[in-house]
């Protein structure tokens, strides 16, 4: 089917080793590796996806996290249209950190700029490591910022590619029929063949996401 | 059996750098003549970077890198290739050298087996620093035979007293199978050759003085695997060129590492915390792919020589991408306790199977002094704000403005910035680039390019091991600080000190990596550019094509010697 294109650049932030890199690898590749190197400088990926009659072209740069190499993000967040906010929900100070992303986001990135705020390794919380990170107190930042929220493994791949979904929903279109959410979903799949169907993987958690 | 050495490997230094030329030539002439053409094209000179002289007198620089005439200034140690560009000015001292070696290569004649038994390094068969042995490298005409003995191996004179190498005069009968042979044993009497030099500076027969020119010299083409760990000390600085010391010095050392390791691990010593987190996060993610790095006792030594470094530099503190910079090292030194053999597996092998708690701790101090001196030549990169990698890729721009136009306009236009790719060649060394094997190649060439002024080996020791002095870190901040100060202001004022260094010969190999690839880049828009940058398809290099690349490095150095005039 010939769809329009939509490019989003995507720009991912967190501390280090919260899993920035592992995120896209899983939402790139479908793939996860145990021991990955710390990025240096920013690492570019891209993914398209195809949601019903639009394709959407991820344009990604993933960031490094060592607190030495922040002075480079605003580099790579200047121009994005989108940016993920991760941290690690067994790591507290990983949260602090991420407020302070949103923030430097909100003053410095472009206005309109979709950030989503993002959870991950939650697969150990499952697996019996202490959760260090409140559902609510994550629930909370995301409301009163207007972010989207999801809590997701890149281990497992649980909730990945429904952050990317979500903010490719979110953003304006070329089409003007972004706003049937239900077909959007219906259609969605990821045109790179070891992708799964994102319809079989929607029955998790669902996204708090809050429309501003 | 007396085995006579070819008279004419006394000066290499020439005809190896043609040799290295001329195995290149397609490139590198290609490149070269882009520069020129380039350069004859500009016709006024460019105001806003220009003080490329040369680039304005395409003919002089021409010239000067082909007739040897132009003095150049004086140099304290020197590459082959940089000797062979550098002119006039060091005639003198390598004529020296050249005398110096012909007697030594006198008594080698006289004595082969003396020398071998003098040596307590066994002639390796397996490992190698510098030689591909392999025999699928360039099986095709009999110039390229030549070429790829000659270029890999840089002594490359062979023994012509052994029987089965003249053993068939006509070439055009021989089987494939009996060429390779014949270029095997070619190869491996070159290495054998090249081994008995090394062995030869390391073991001076005349005197106690390891001759540290000498050796940087020898070490800049590739070093033995046997004689590595031994020469990557003396190179960084970190054993004394003095033989009657070295195990004292070295003794000492270790021990002082030793104390150092047991005052912070001391109640006294409170813990950086962040700091060690996120040392202990990186551990398991360095060179992942290496079973070596995943063993934990392997891990618990880096985390400790990470941890000590960075608490006793708390201007840079632990920055990632050191984590790789000192497994070089580490890997390097545990060869030593392997036999020729087995070195090649250190990758795989657990270290307790072949040595002992105290031999791990010598390996584990070697490595922490030698990553100290390493650091010390690029502190500016892992302070606050980085600024020496800023410099560098910024440096490296310009460079390649000048020596490939059409590729830095192409990136212009399509937006590429040279931060997007470069930053992680500067803040790893290019390590992320190329597989193990290949760094330490390469290392052999960086090592030979560390600056010989903070080669005192008493320059660098461990602070009074007292709580004080390692508890009150603006104390050590600041003799971080003056100790980089008084190395810059070396630089500035010594003329009669090297004119290059570490991060300045890197910025040129990362232009000669990153040309290597103009023609196809230059069909890339941005998305592909910095894709195909990020992963570059040098999995298959081996260490003729990293020879290659440093010796393209060292040329536009020595071409582009005004470009780096204002680059400190
Ligand atoms: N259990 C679990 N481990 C994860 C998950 N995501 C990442 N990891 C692990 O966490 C470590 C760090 O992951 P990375 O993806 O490299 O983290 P990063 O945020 O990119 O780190 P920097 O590049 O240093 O900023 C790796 O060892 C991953 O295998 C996850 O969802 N679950
Ligand atoms: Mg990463």
């Not at chain 1, 950190?97 to 923030?103: G, L």
């Not at chain 2, 550098?86 to 006289?110: C, I, M, P, W």
């Not at chain 2, 004689?227 to 070295?250: C, D, E, F, M, S």
């Amino acid at each position: 089917m010939n769809s329009a294109l939509t490019s989003i650049k995507l720009v991912l932030l967190g501390e280090a080793a919260v899993g920035k890199s592992s995120i896209v690898l899983r939402f790139v590749s479908n793939d996860f590796a145990e021991n990955k190197e710390p990025t240096i400088g920013a690492a570019f990926l891209t993914q398209r996806v195809n949601m019903g009659d639009h394709t959407i072209k991820f344009e990604i740069w993933d960031t490094a996290g060592q607190e030495r190499f922040a002075s480079l993000a605003p580099m790579y967040y200047r121009n994005a249209q989108a940016a993920l906010v991760v941290y690690d929900v067994t790591k507290p100070q990983s949260f602090i950190k991420a407020r302070h992303w949103v923030k430097e986001l909100r003053e410095q990135a472009s206005k309109d700029i979709i950030i989503a705020l993002v959870g991950n390794k939650l697969d150990m919380v499952e697996t019996g490591a202490e959760r260090k990170v409140a559902l609510e107190e994550a629930e909370n930042l995301a409301s009163q910022e207007g972010l989207l929220f999801f809590e997701t493994s890149a281990k497992t791949g649980s909730n990945v590619n429904e952050v990317f979904l979500a903010i490719g929903q979110k953003i304006p279109l070329k089409s003007a029929q972004q706003q049937q959410q239900g077909q959007g979903s219906s259609g969605l799949r990821i045109n790179d063949d070891s992708r799964v169907d994102l319809r079989a993987a929607q029955d998790g958690p669902a996204p708090s996401s809050c429309n501003c | 059996m007396g085995v006579r050495s070819a008279s004419s490997s006394s000066s290499p230094t020439r005809r190896e750098m043609y040799q290295k030329m001329s195995a290149s030539s397609s490139s590198l002439v290609g490149s070269l003549m882009k520069t020129w053409k380039s350069s004859r094209h500009s016709s006024a000179p460019d105001s806003s970077d220009g003080n490329i002289e040369a680039m304005q007198k395409p003919a002089s620089f021409l010239r000067r890198s082909t007739s040897h005439t132009s003095p150049g200034p004086s140099h304290i140690h020197m590459s082959p290739l940089r000797k062979s560009l550098s002119g006039s000015a060091n005639k003198d001292k390598s004529h020296h050298h050249v005398q110096k070696k012909d007697r030594y290569f006198t008594d080698l004649d006289e004595d082969w087996s003396a020398v071998i038994e003098d040596s307590n390094t066994p002639i390796p068969m397996t490992s190698n620093g510098g030689i591909e042995l392999k025999p699928a490298v360039t099986v095709g005409s009999a110039s390229d035979k030549d070429q790829s003995v000659s270029r890999s191996v840089s002594a490359s004179a062979s023994y012509p007293n052994l029987p089965r190498l003249n053993k068939t005069q006509s070439t055009g009968l021989k089987s494939q199978y009996e060429q390779e042979n014949e270029r095997k044993l070619q190869e491996l009497n070159a290495l054998m050759h090249r081994v008995a030099k090394f062995d030869l500076i390391l073991h001076p027969p005349n005197g106690n003085q390891v001759n540290l020119s000498e050796l940087r010299r020898l070490s800049w083409n590739g070093i033995p695997m046997a004689h590595r760990p031994r020469v990557w000390r003396l190179l960084i600085g970190y054993a004394p060129a003095n033989i009657k010391r070295q195990a004292t010095l070295l003794r000492r050392k270790r021990q002082e590492y030793r104390d150092g390791v047991a005052l912070v691990f001391s109640k006294e010593h409170t813990r950086d915390i962040p700091t060690w987190h996120q040392i202990e996060i990186d551990i398991p993610r360095t060179n992942p792919l290496i079973p070596l790095y995943q063993n934990p006792l392997v891990q618990e030594s880096l985390q400790r020589i990470l941890y000590l470094w960075a608490i006793r530099h708390p201007a840079s503190g632990y920055v990632q991408g050191i984590n790789d910079l000192v497994t070089p090292f580490f890997q390097t030194f545990l060869t030593e306790y392997l036999q020729p053999a087995q070195k090649e597996d250190v990758v795989k092998l657990s270290p307790d199977t072949y040595l002992t708690h105290e031999q791990l701790l010598d390996v584990e101090a070697d490595s922490f002094w030698c990553l100290t001196k390493l650091l010390e030549q690029i502190t500016d990169n892992y302070i606050h704000g980085q600024p020496g990698i800023l410099k560098q890729v910024k440096n490296l721009g310009q460079l390649v403005k000048r020596i490939d136009s059409d590729l830095y306009d192409h990136f212009a236009r399509e937006s590429v910035e040279f931060i997007q790719f470069a930053f992680r060649w500067m803040n790893c060394l290019l390590m992320r680039e190329f597989n193990m094997g290949m760094v330490i190649r390469m290392w052999d060439t960086y090592l030979s390019e560390t600056s010989l002024e903070s080669s005192g080996s008493e320059s660098s020791s461990m602070p009074a091991t007292s709580d004080s002095s390692l508890q009150s870190s603006p104390v050590a901040g600041f003799r971080e600080v003056s100790s980089s100060l008084n190395l810059q202001s070396k630089h500035a004022t010594a003329g009669s000190n090297r004119q290059t260094s570490l991060s300045e010969f890197h910025v040129f190999v990362c232009a000669a990596f990153l040309i290597k690839w103009s023609d196809q880049l230059m069909n890339m828009d941005f998305q592909e550019t910095i894709t195909f940058l990020q992963n570059p398809p040098t999995k298959t290099w081996k260490e003729t094509d990293i020879e290659l690349l440093l010796s393209e490095a060292y040329i536009w150095q020595s071409l582009y010697k005004d470009a780096t005039s204002h680059w400190r």
